[in-house]
């Protein structure tokens, strides 16, 4: 009687069981990197595509008796009104007309005109009772005058152009620190019923002519002229 064959014993390579355990472990680590990376991007795309769609986004504000129909991205970081029926809206564009050309940013208020007074308006109602004696210079085309110290006008100078019938005028504050701009409000009539104060940097002033010449384009387009 033939005895039973002997188990033939399975041999276990230690090396090679570690080997496809690596393989394996690297694979779960490539595959949860990548997975990582979907996910970052895909949260990376949510949250950059509202503001890469504010600039084409359109809000419609009635101020007066006219229709204005504005980029969001115009609208001052503060501005939380929705659409709608408004006193006044408040603005930010950029603008070439800092130093050699250098961006700066235009703020302007877009508001009613019977609450404010252009400064066109004021230079000969008002600001020219409360010029000093004292005379600057500075931009090419334009005189300062600095403003009586009352009234809370200290360190304020007003800028115009004495050679146009309806000049350009600007009333400038001193810097509040150094190496810091002075600051200007310019206020003029724009379309039926509105009015736009301008704010802006007191470098903007070397290029005071092109001031209007960016700005109406863009009035234009939302409707205010």
Known sequence: MNSPAAAVPIKRDGHSIGFNLGVIGISVALGGLGLAYVIDAMSRSVHEQPSAKRGDQIVTRTL???????????LAADDTQGAGFAKQIDLVVTLPLGP????????LTLTQRSRVRPSASLLDGVYLHQFTSDQLTGPVGLIGKPLAPQDGQENETVWYDPLNASPF?????????DGQP??????????PGIAAVYSFDDNVLANWKKLDAEMHPLLNQIGAL
């Open 64 to 74: 007066g008796a006219t229709e204005l129909t504005i980029p969001a991205a115009w």
């Open 100 to 107: 050699d050309g250098a961006d700066r940013k235009i703020e």
């Open 169 to 177: 005028v600007a009333k400038c504050s001193a810097p509040v620190a």
């Open 182 to 191: 002075g600051r200007c409000l310019r206020t003029v009539y724009l379309g």
